[in-house]
């Protein structure tokens, strides 16, 4: 059984669109989050929730809104896309607000053309 | 916030050499130091993982040592194969952020 699943792998589309990717954790764990991986590969958290209750907000466009509808479950919708938002995301659990062993999804893959 | 500087950025072993990948941190607070191993085209998964009030930590061929002192740590493989081949990152725990904050990564190649 998966872990941390997040749907879809790869999302390929234009700018100006809306598009969401979802996650979901059945780890048990309290702590969710959503991270950006550039191409130059590097990691940078975006969001964390525990709980539902959102509590890591980084500089991100307000484009970018989660929404945790129970403690299982990220997802991450993107409006207006565009070409600099291409990146891998990857949504990650964790028990408790400590954030320690972070345990990732396998990403998606988000181009912008 | 914490700031995490990592080097190498690329690292070239031959099978059977050691590679050193190292860290520096800047929150003097910060309390826990994972390291992430990432395959092409995979998730990042941790390996290893030392806390502050530990200077070393060892698990079969990979060790980690911490220096709470000058705020680096540094993530050791001996007996090098090529399966070690992967994207290691560091990171840090940011206690006013309640954040990991990573590395900037090492590409580390093991020739066979």
Redesign the interface.
Known sequence: DTAVSQTPKYLVTQMGNDKSIKCEQNLGHDTMYWYKQDSKKFLKIMFSYNNKELIINETVPNRFSPKSPDKAHLNLHINSLELGDSAVYFCASSQGITNEKLFFGSGTQLSVL | GENVEQHPSTLSVQEGDSAVIKCTYSDSASN?F?W?K?ELG?????II?IRSNVGEKKDQRIAVTLNKTAKHFSLHITETQPEDSA?Y?CAA?DTG??????G??T?LQVQP
Do not use: C, H, I
């Open positions: 826990y994972p992430y990432q995979k998730r990042p998964q941790l993982d994207v990152f725990r952020r309640r954040a990991l904050t990573f900037s990564g590409r």
